[in-house]
């Protein structure tokens, strides 16, 4: 039973999104850096930042019939354009779910719809520096595998790649967006 409703970011999410980053993660970096992506057309993807909140179970509708305002949003993914030498692909950073929703399976869910997304938008190649033991069970493989490599010196287990269509990942260099500060 799928317990979250995942969907792309709208505009009124943005303050949502921010919010999330800010609790998920140590710093305000994660969230400036969303803020940064979003306003550089190079990187950003419409359609390709997602977002999810709890299924209302039954789905609440106002008595005119009209659906009630959406369930909050409590976790959000973002894919933006990065390049391997040359061929575009998808980076997927950050990922983030707020912190009493950890363990319930809103960043899979989230994660898995927005990968689905990217495959149908087309997209051939995803990467990801991440947590090891976390990304595989969406398909991710050490990029190395594919003769894909990090921009800087990153441990080989944490840097990911995963083909969104079957075909096998260009090989080379990642370049990400500038907003990512890696030269």
Do not use: K
């Not at 995942?6 to 921010?18: F, G, K, Q, S």
């Not at 594919?146 to 080989?156: H, I, R, S």
């Amino acid at each position: 039973m799928n317990n979250w409703q995942c969907r792309p970011e709208t505009p009124e999410d943005i303050p949502a999104v921010r919010r999330i980053n800010l609790a998920a993660f140590e710093t305000a970096g994660e969230a400036d850096l969303v803020d940064a992506l979003r306003q550089d057309p190079a990187a950003w993807l419409p359609g390709l930042s997602y977002v999810a909140g709890p299924v209302a179970e039954p789905p609440v509708t106002e008595p005119s019939g009209t659906p009630a305002a959406p369930a909050p949003v409590v976790a959000h993914a973002l894919l933006t354009r990065c390049h391997i030498s040359g061929e575009p692909a998808v980076a997927l950073a950050p990922c983030a779910v707020l912190p009493e929703y950890h363990r319930q399976g809103a960043g899979s869910a989230v994660i898995r719809a927005l990968l689905d997304a990217a495959r149908a938008a087309g997209e051939r190649t995803a990467v990801v520096l991440g947590h090891p033991p976390y990304y595989p069970r969406f398909g991710f493989e050490p990029a190395s595998r594919f003769g894909v490599l990090p921009p800087q010196e990153w441990p080989d287990e944490a840097f990911l790649a995963l083909s969104l269509d079957g075909s096998t990942p260009p090989r080379g260099t990642v370049r990400y967006a500038e907003a990512f500060g890696i030269a």
